[in-house]
């Protein structure tokens, strides 16, 4: 997955005139601050050359993460939304992903670091008329109330940055601004969907409906010691291999996500959890369905099933 275009262009001009070498150690930096410091609630980033690191070294993986749960979830929603909620924004890209699939009016941004704020805003000026026109406003999800509203709400690499009981309080806040949809994207780890079921189960008892990637309301028919997640290919630039200390033209961005809707849509009838299995003639499919998880053998006498199925990829619908 590429990025778009003048999202390119846009961080190409943010990186005009600084050090490479100096972006690659506060990337660095940066990383391993949240690694070992994330989960707290407390502040990572230290000025505007932190974010710039930030944009070129997460925006990639976070747009492709965004997009390809918007893939999945506009497809189980009703109408589409119009208007986003780009909550915890960073430097826009959960923006940018739905500038791509949505025809939206209006896009507002909340964001507690001020530097993320400014490079964000400068990125947007090179994108679409909704992007250019974007209203930031400065904000900490679970200190400050949340005024703000719109059809669709996006919180992307967000909760996991929070303590427990931090995590529910902005859950609770993000749907209450939700008209339509809340879409929340965590990283594809135990601790990051950890937090999506807690956020889960809180918001299920709120009336929320879940409208992906779970073909079902009840518990989570995964073990314990296990995890639900997917993952995105993403083409890395020069910088960006640097920056990740890496020679792979690609990365693969591992995530889980909770989609909850004010109405029930159609959610998948089964989801792909895994990659097929293909062998000679046939393929298994690991499924998550509402009898919970289950494995589907097909061969060829199963026609465009089979064909079907040799194709998909874990996260589809199915």
Same mark, same amino acid.
């Given at each position: 997955?590429?990025?778009?275009? @003048?999202?390119?262009? =846009?961080?190409?001009?943010?990186?005009?005139?600084? *050090?490479?070498?100096?972006?690659?150690?506060?990337?660095?930096?940066?990383?391993?601050?949240?690694? #070992?410091?994330?989960?707290?609630?407390?502040?990572?980033?230290?000025?505007?050359?932190?974010?710039? =690191?930030?944009?070129?070294?997460?925006?990639?993986?976070?747009? $492709?993460?965004?997009?390809?749960?918007?893939?999945?979830?506009?497809?189980? =929603?009703?109408?589409?939304?119009?208007? %986003?909620?780009?909550?915890?924004?960073?430097?826009?890209?959960?923006?940018?992903?739905?500038?791509?699939?949505?025809?939206?009016?209006?896009? #507002?941004?909340?964001?507690?670091?001020?530097?993320? #704020?400014?490079? $964000?805003?400068?990125?947007?000026?090179?994108?679409?008329?909704?992007?250019?026109?974007?209203?930031?406003?400065?904000?900490?999800?679970? *200190?400050?109330?949340?005024?703000?509203? @719109? &059809?669709?709400?996006? @919180? +992307?690499?967000?909760?996991?940055?929070?303590?427990?009981?931090?995590? %529910?309080?902005?859950?609770?806040?993000?749907?209450?601004?939700?008209?339509?949809?809340?879409?929340?994207?965590?990283?594809?780890?135990?601790?990051?969907?950890?937090? %999506?079921?807690?956020?889960?189960?809180?918001?299920?008892?709120?009336? +929320?409906?879940?409208?992906?990637?779970?073909?079902?309301?009840?518990?989570?028919?995964?073990?314990?010691? &296990?995890?639900?997640?997917?993952?995105?290919?993403?083409?890395?630039?020069?910088?960006?291999?640097?920056?990740?200390?890496?020679?792979?033209?690609?990365?693969?961005?591992?995530?889980?996500?909770?989609?909850?809707?004010?109405?029930?849509?159609?959610? =998948?009838?089964?989801?792909?959890?895994?990659?097929? *299995?293909?062998?000679? $003639?046939?393929?298994?499919?690991?499924?998550?369905?509402?009898?919970?998880?289950?494995?589907?053998?097909?061969?060829?006498? &199963?026609?465009?099933?089979?064909?079907?199925?040799?194709?998909?990829?874990?996260?589809?619908?199915?």
């Amino acid at each position: 997955m590429e990025l778009p275009l @003048a999202l390119r262009e =846009a961080m190409e001009q943010q990186l005009y005139g600084m *050090q490479h070498e100096q972006m690659i150690h506060d990337a660095q930096a940066l990383s391993l601050r949240y690694r #070992t410091q994330g989960g707290r609630s407390e502040r990572l980033l230290n000025g505007e050359h932190e974010s710039c =690191a930030y944009a070129v070294s997460r925006m990639p993986a976070t747009h $492709g993460a965004v997009f390809s749960c918007l893939q999945q979830v506009l497809d189980a =929603a009703g109408n589409l939304p119009e208007t %986003l909620l780009d909550a915890g924004a960073g430097t826009g890209a959960a923006s940018w992903a739905a500038d791509s699939l949505l025809e939206l009016k209006s896009i #507002t941004c909340l964001e507690r670091e001020t530097a993320m #704020t400014k490079t $964000g805003k400068a990125m947007m000026e090179k994108g679409s008329e909704v992007l250019r026109l974007a209203k930031w406003i400065q904000k900490d999800l679970v *200190q400050d109330e949340i005024c703000e509203h @719109a &059809d669709l709400v996006i @919180a +992307a690499y967000v909760l996991n940055e929070m303590t427990a009981w931090d995590r %529910l309080i902005a859950a609770e806040k993000l749907w209450n601004a939700a008209g339509q949809i809340l879409l929340l994207v965590e990283p594809g780890t135990p601790v990051g969907f950890s937090g %999506l079921m807690e956020a889960r189960k809180h918001l299920l008892q709120k009336g +929320a409906y879940i409208i992906a990637p779970c073909p079902l309301y009840h518990d989570c028919p995964k073990p314990e010691d &296990d995890w639900c997640h997917f993952s995105c290919r993403i083409a890395r630039s020069r910088l960006h291999r640097q920056m990740k200390g890496g020679e792979a033209p690609f990365e693969d961005e591992k995530f889980c996500y909770l989609a909850l809707s004010r109405q029930e849509g159609s959610p =998948a009838n089964a989801r792909v959890l895994r990659h097929p *299995q293909i062998h000679s $003639g046939h393929v298994t499919l690991e499924v998550c369905t509402s009898g919970g998880i289950q494995s589907i053998g097909l061969s060829k006498k &199963d026609g465009d099933s089979y064909r079907k199925a040799r194709k998909v990829k874990a996260g589809d619908s199915f």
